[in-house]
């Protein structure tokens, strides 16, 4: 179906991580030295959480976490399709950037509170499009429903020079508290015998959009490609990320505390690697791939090693809990509408991650976060 018989990965579509995360590394490092200011008010950080997806801090009775993140070019695909079929994907679009920062948020076991929008357009022409601007409302809204969070404001500055014309940049972030501090979840208590939990994913959520959309530019169709479901390439891409909250949140009822988790977002599976210890990660049984990331895989020539390593292909959020809670987790998740699997368990060894059924390994050295 493709114009081009040559695989198609993430670094060829201008995102190299090699490039990327050293730079994080670098920041993290200079970011640790001003943990200390916060012992002028008493305060102090949790260390722990440095190069987790979410900063925590001790601020006496309970923690205080907080994180930022950036929804990416997933509205690329959203303008190309206004354009395509007259309809605005903002709804969607507005859940996909809660999900970003949300999802990271209760990694660390907290409770989101509040959220705050970036909405910077590239004129304050964009903000004309009522309908456009509306669905993005209303979308964010919805989500902070659905997350139990209030919203609390934003900013809408107009970056003519900096935003391309006619783009929008938008960025979430979001406070929360890890309350009781029990609910911590930084890896101190990861280790041999914890069961690996997989959330489903509703498809590409918001990492990996530059491959689709050079993908998109290789099929004869383009984004209206049926991906053989009878759904277009480009609705399966705009499918919105889901909010994980609710699961982490009705596990906390339940007194259910997972040892860790990861957002599995840019890195793919690689993800799964991400606390610190020396522990293998063996994958025995895998989630249903997303129709538009099957395609995707096999449009962009990708073998699993690359797949898996670079998408969510159906996984995306990873829960470690020991091994006697594991199949309720799954009914849990299950119950609050987000299928889930008992996919692998945590092993003495080397830092790798073993994905059994596709013969993939991962080791330490493919994801270097800290």
Same mark, same amino acid.
Not at 39 to 61: C, K, Q
Not at 355 to 360: R, S
């Given at each position: 179906?493709?114009?081009?018989?040559?695989?198609?990965?993430?670094?060829?579509?201008?995102?190299?991580?090699?490039?990327?995360?050293? @730079?994080? &590394?670098?920041?993290?490092?200079?970011?640790?030295?001003?943990?200390?200011?916060?012992?002028? +008010?008493?305060?102090? !950080?949790?260390?722990?959480?440095?190069?987790?997806?979410? +900063?925590?801090?001790?601020?006496?009775?309970?923690?205080?976490?907080?994180?930022? #993140?950036?929804?990416?070019?997933?509205?690329?695909?959203?303008?190309?399709?206004?354009?395509?079929?007259?309809?605005?994907?903002?709804?969607?679009?507005?859940?996909?950037?809660?999900?970003?920062?949300?999802?990271?948020? $209760?990694?660390?076991?907290?409770?989101?509170? &509040?959220?705050?929008?970036?909405?910077?357009?590239?004129?304050?022409?964009?903000?004309?499009?009522?309908?456009?601007?509306?669905? @993005?409302?209303?979308?964010?809204?919805?989500?902070?429903?659905?997350?139990?969070?209030?919203?609390?404001?934003?900013?809408?500055?107009?970056?003519?020079?900096?935003?391309?014309?006619?783009?929008?940049? @938008?960025?979430?972030?979001?406070?929360?508290?890890?309350?009781?501090?029990?609910?911590?979840?930084?890896?101190?208590?990861?280790?041999?015998?914890?069961?690996?939990?997989?959330?489903?994913?509703?498809?590409?959520?918001?990492?990996?959009?530059?491959?689709?959309?050079?993908?998109?530019?290789?099929?004869?169709?383009?984004?209206?490609?049926?991906?053989?479901?009878?759904?277009?390439?480009?609705?399966?891409?705009?499918?919105?990320?889901?909010?994980?909250?609710?699961?982490?949140?009705?596990?906390?009822?339940?007194?259910?505390?997972?040892? +860790?988790?990861?957002?599995?977002? %840019?890195?793919?599976?690689?993800?799964?690697?991400?606390?610190?210890?020396?522990?293998? +990660?063996? $994958?025995?049984?895998?989630?249903?791939?997303?129709?538009?990331?099957?395609?995707?895989?096999?449009?962009?020539? @990708?073998?699993?090693? #690359?797949?898996?390593?670079?998408?969510?292909?159906?996984?995306?959020?990873?829960?470690?809990?020991?091994?006697?809670?594991?199949?309720?987790?799954? !009914?849990?998740?299950?119950?609050? %509408? $987000?299928?889930?699997? &008992?996919?692998?368990?945590?092993?003495?060894?080397?830092?790798?991650?073993?994905?059994?059924?596709?013969?993939?390994?991962? %080791?330490? #050295? #493919?994801?270097?976060?800290?």
């Amino acid at each position: 179906m493709t114009q081009a018989n040559t695989p198609l990965t993430y670094d060829q579509a201008g995102v190299n991580y090699d490039l990327i995360d050293p @730079l994080k &590394v670098a920041a993290q490092r200079a970011a640790a030295e001003t943990g200390s200011n916060l012992a002028a +008010y008493g305060f102090s !950080e949790m260390s722990a959480s440095r190069g987790e997806s979410a +900063y925590v801090a001790d601020v006496g009775p309970f923690y205080l976490a907080s994180i930022v #993140e950036c929804l990416g070019t997933k509205t690329l695909v959203a303008d190309d399709m206004a354009k395509l079929t007259g309809k605005s994907y903002y709804d969607g679009i507005a859940q996909d950037t809660i999900a970003m920062a949300v999802n990271d948020l $209760i990694t660390v076991g907290a409770t989101p509170l &509040v959220v705050q929008a970036y909405w910077a357009a590239g004129g304050s022409d964009w903000f004309g499009d009522k309908v456009r601007a509306q669905a @993005l409302v209303a979308g964010w809204k919805k989500a902070c429903d659905v997350c139990q969070v209030a919203w609390g404001g934003g900013e809408t500055p107009a970056l003519a020079g900096i935003v391309a014309d006619g783009r929008v940049d @938008l960025a979430a972030s979001c406070t929360g508290i890890i309350n009781p501090k029990t609910r911590l979840s930084v890896g101190d208590k990861l280790g041999v015998g914890d069961a690996i939990v997989l959330l489903a994913s509703s498809g590409i959520h918001a990492n990996g959009l530059s491959l689709a959309r050079k993908l998109a530019e290789r099929l004869p169709q383009g984004y209206l490609t049926d991906i053989g479901n009878g759904q277009t390439y480009g609705d399966a891409l705009l499918a919105p990320t889901v909010l994980y909250s609710p699961v982490t949140e009705a596990l906390a009822k339940e007194g259910i505390i997972p040892h +860790y988790c990861a957002n599995v977002t %840019g890195h793919g599976w690689r993800k799964l690697l991400r606390h610190p210890k020396a522990l293998t +990660y063996r $994958i025995t049984a895998l989630p249903e791939k997303t129709p538009v990331l099957a395609f995707m895989q096999r449009e962009c020539q @990708l073998d699993d090693h #690359e797949a898996y390593g670079t998408l969510n292909m159906g996984a995306g959020f990873a829960l470690y809990v020991a091994a006697e809670h594991a199949q309720r987790v799954v !009914e849990v998740s299950q119950s609050v %509408g $987000i299928p889930a699997l &008992v996919a692998g368990r945590v092993e003495s060894g080397p830092k790798r991650v073993i994905i059994e059924p596709l013969n993939v390994v991962y %080791g330490a #050295e #493919e994801l270097q976060l800290r």
